[in-house]
């Protein structure tokens, strides 16, 4: 602009063929370099409509780059805003978004566009609940984009499938709990996860459990002791202690399980239920009735004070109702017996369902 203001046209016209060089030896796809492509544009066009009236402009080009910066972030916004709706009940209007679906209707060329197609194929999966079709799509172009992106971008479309695949085993679908995993641990290979060199309490939670369901014992620890010292200062110790917890409990000794658990000061929600549900476990398999007593119930009255756990309200409520069922059922009543089992199994994606069934068997 100070090129044009002083009318110095060649400096103006080397200035805007440097800025394309610069874009494409940045080689980034994501949305905000489609903006700075269609900024440049349009600062041609201003010039030649100005100073070239004759020619033909390329006001084509400044409208195409527009609309792709337009679509590409549209589509993005869809998908954050369901990822806020799903874990913190946010909800969002996201203006003109039928319009924009319809425009990739119409023209697919649009999805030749990096970013258009990772965020639509994002949509399609994600917002839209798509099959596995939409889903390896998804997974397609993030490997082949990948590059295209900032690393802060790559997690946030990586969360997003992970999210995805969360809610598909979450319904049953146990393909989807080692698909999870596998995404978590190519994210962490590429440093995608990191925020800051900091893993977040509840990623680091999450790859625990999926870790431990998924029987990877030894990959588990070693995670826990890579990457616990990259927690947040108040979650590295609390966290630490808890994920060795749930991993000797895997293992099978609840001593030492114990242990570690005793020594957790919870910092967040999911941190303290954890603790507790685990040490639920271990008393009911002791049969130390009092205390699992006591816990339900302090587990009960904590459930009701927290406003914000989101869809995981629903999984907490059932362990703390099928823990009280299973304890007070007398051991000779088979029709008892057979209506919590039937109850369980007609839960579909209660993550502690194969643990009661244990129980009952």
């Known amino acids: 602009k100070a090129y044009r203001r002083l009318q110095l046209t060649p400096f103006f016209e080397r200035a805007i063929s440097d800025g394309h060089t610069l874009l494409q030896k940045r080689g980034y796809f994501d949305s905000e370099s489609l903006h700075l492509h269609y900024r440049l544009e349009d600062a041609y066009y201003d010039y030649v409509a100005s100073h070239k009236r004759q020619e033909v402009t390329n006001l084509q080009e400044a409208s195409d780059r527009l609309s792709h910066y337009f679509i590409a972030t ?53 917002v839209e609940g798509g099959n596995e079709a939409d889903f390896q799509e998804l997974r397609q172009v993030m490997d082949q984009y990948q590059s295209g992106f900032p690393n802060s ?10 999210n995805y695949c969360i809610r598909r085993a979450n319904t049953g679908e146990e393909p989807f709990v080692s698909e999870t995993l596998a995404l978590y641990r190519q994210s962490l ?19 625990i459990s999926l870790a431990l369901r998924l029987k990877e014992y030894s990959w588990a620890e070693d995670f826990t002791e890579h990457f616990h010292p990259r927690l947040p200062p108040a979650f590295r110790q609390p966290l630490y202690l808890l994920s060795i917890g749930k991993l000797r409990y895997a293992q099978q000794k609840p001593t030492a399980a114990l ?8 910092k967040a929600p999911f941190l303290y239920l954890g603790a507790k549900i685990l040490q639920v476990k271990i008393f009911y398999e002791a049969g130390e009735t009092d205390a699992l ?21 629903a999984h907490y409520q059932l362990f703390i109702t099928f823990s009280r069922r ?4 007398a051991p000779y009543d088979e029709n008892g017996r057979k209506a919590l089992q039937n109850d369980i199994h007609a839960t579909m994606g209660f993550q502690e369902q194969e643990w009661f069934l244990q129980q009952l068997r």
């Open 259 to 266: 242990r570690a658990l005793a020594k957790v000061e919870a």
């Open 74 to 126: 549209k589509l993005k916004q869809a998908c954050l805003a369901h990822s806020r709706n799903i874990t913190n009940q946010e909800s969002y209007r996201i203006g003109m978004l039928p319009a924009v679906l319809e425009e990739i209707a119409g023209h697919p060329a649009l999805l030749q566009v990096p970013a258009i197609a990772v965020y639509y194929s994002c949509f399609r999966a994600v």
């Open 189 to 207: 290979d590429r440093g995608y996860l990191l925020e800051d060199g900091v893993i977040p309490e509840s990623t680091f939670g999450n790859i």
């Open 326 to 329: 299973l304890m007070h059922l």
């Open 153 to 162: 971008e790559m997690r946030d479309i990586y969360l997003l499938a992970i």
């Open 293 to 313: 007593e006591s816990l339900l119930a302090s587990l009960q009255a904590y459930l009701r004070r927290q406003k914000k756990l989101g869809y995981r309200r």
